[in-house]
């Protein structure tokens, strides 16, 4: 079903091949377990998923149970102390690693600056971390801010990440890059960058905000030695949704981050004066867990977790290949660009297209239930979240684009107001 790299004929063009695609499509079932509004076409779960249904009798049990009667004994009787491990346990599934080197915990942007910091005390003698220009922007203002605060003799250099393997050096202390580009939806060999970084001594830091949840991770197989990613992209964990680190086990003894606090203590009850770090993964904790964010998000993660990393592959390759191929003619006529890869091996699960008004005519599609999203200066953003996205839903999204395109019905003062989140 995957439509395969190289330029076969296009066989998929009615309507009705769209409809079949759903019905022979073996993960389609799983659309229903997600709240998603009838009419709505929701092409923006990188961005915020959608809702688990079992989210929602998750969440009433959290208040009104665990919280509303437990009270303070849940952190015991509800093992409220242990869901950061224990959804972090969970994730390690998904992005190819060990039990004990993931464990949700703060925001993606704290998870950030926690183990980049880590990282340029791990290479004490080095004074570069080495990044792409266009970066998701808490990702370089991370990296300023580790400059800033924890030690000012670091330089951040800034190459085009095609680039970056040729710049490392024995200066380099850290690479840290986005595996999936949030703009271009371009995606990193994580294996070749990692090794690079390796042969000169340097550590490697992955953002997989963009690819847990959408494409297959192998951190150990990439022997990746630190990560960060996102829990309401993807993972659909809710808006705010505590995020998640990895450090690999090799580094788990040494590894010292700045924000000690009283979560990453080795015995947080003991009420000591004195920091003394947990010896595992625990050790990058800060403060208390959110636990309604937290148990919210356990649901999200607990249905991917039963999904075949290869399967949502597939799907999300065959999804972003044909709306790549039913847009070409609106390209031509209406001057978008595709500036995601054709390249599928260096895809993620998005697409994203150049148009100079590109913003006006997203907020029409999205004045028409369809959703997709837009970033500065000019990126219009479509998501393919294959846990829920159906083949259907890209026909009919092209097929408005092309008239909101062909009436001019975008050119509107109503389209061109700017809201505060894009
Ligand atoms: C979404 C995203 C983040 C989000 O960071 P927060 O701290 O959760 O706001 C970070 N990095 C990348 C690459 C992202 O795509």
Redesign the pocket.
């Known amino acids: 079903m995957t439509p395969s790299n190289t330029s076969a004929p296009t066989m998929i063009v009615t309507q009705q091949d769209f409809l079949d695609l759903d019905k022979q499509d073996p993960l389609a079932s799983l659309r229903d377990q997600f709240e998603i509004p009838t009419g709505l076409i929701y092409l923006n779960g990188?961005?915020l998923g959608v809702l688990p249904k079992a989210a929602k009798a998750r969440m009433a049990d959290v208040i009104s149970r665990e919280w509303g009667e437990g009270l303070i004994r849940s952190w015991n009787t509800y093992n409220w102390i242990s869901l950061p491990q224990r959804i972090g346990a969970k994730l390690a599934g998904i992005i190819g690693a060990k039990e004990h080197e993931v464990i949700v915990s703060?925001?993606?942007?704290?998870?950030?600056f926690k183990l980049a910091a880590a990282a340029v005390k791990l290479r004490p003698n080095r004074t570069k971390i080495i990044t792409e220009p266009g970066?998701?922007p808490?990702?370089l203002y991370i990296l300023n801010g580790v400059k800033n605060f924890i030690n000012q003799e670091i330089e951040i250099i800034t190459v085009p990440s095609n680039e970056v393997m040729q710049h490392i050096n024995e200066d380099t202390a850290l690479v840290c890059l986005?595996h999936?580009?949030?703009k271009s939806g371009t995606m990193l060999n994580m294996k070749d960058i990692t090794t690079a970084a390796h042969a000169k001594g340097a550590l490697m830091m992955w953002?997989?905000?963009?690819s847990t949840g959408a494409v297959p991770l192998a951190l150990n197989d990439a022997n990746a030695d630190l990560a960060?990613?996102?829990?309401?992209?993807y993972l659909n964990g809710g808006p705010?949704a505590p995020?998640f680190l990895y450090v690999a086990d090799k580094h788990l003894k040494e590894l010292e981050q700045p924000l000690t606090g009283w979560f990453g203590h080795a015995n947080a009850f003991a009420m000591s004066d004195d920091f003394e770090a947990a010896p595992g993964i625990e050790k990058t904790l800060c403060g208390t867990t959110p636990v309604i964010g937290a148990s919210a998000l356990e649901v999200g993660v607990d249905i991917m977790t039963k999904v075949e990393p290869q399967q949502l592959r597939d799907k999300s390759l065959a999804l972003s290949e044909y709306f790549i191929r039913l847009m070409e003619p609106l390209c031509e006529t209406y001057g978008f660009e595709l500036a995601t890869p054709k390249d599928q091996s260096i895809r993620g699960s998005q697409v994203s297209y150049t148009h100079p008004e590109g913003y006006a005519i997203m907020q029409a599609l999205i004045a028409q239930d369809i959703i997709g999203d837009f970033r500065a200066p000019n990126i219009l953003r479509f998501g393919f979240a294959p846990l829920y996205v159906q083949y259907i839903d890209l026909w009919n999204t092209v097929k408005a684009l092309e008239k909101i395109m062909h009436e001019g019905s975008w050119d509107q003062a109503q389209f061109r107001a700017k809201n505060k989140v894009t």
Do not use: E, Q, W
Not at 228 to 233: A, P
């Open positions: 990188n961005s703060d925001s993606t942007s704290v998870n950030l970066n998701f808490t990702d986005t999936v580009h949030y953002d997989l905000s963009h960060v990613g996102c829990g309401y992209k705010g995020a």
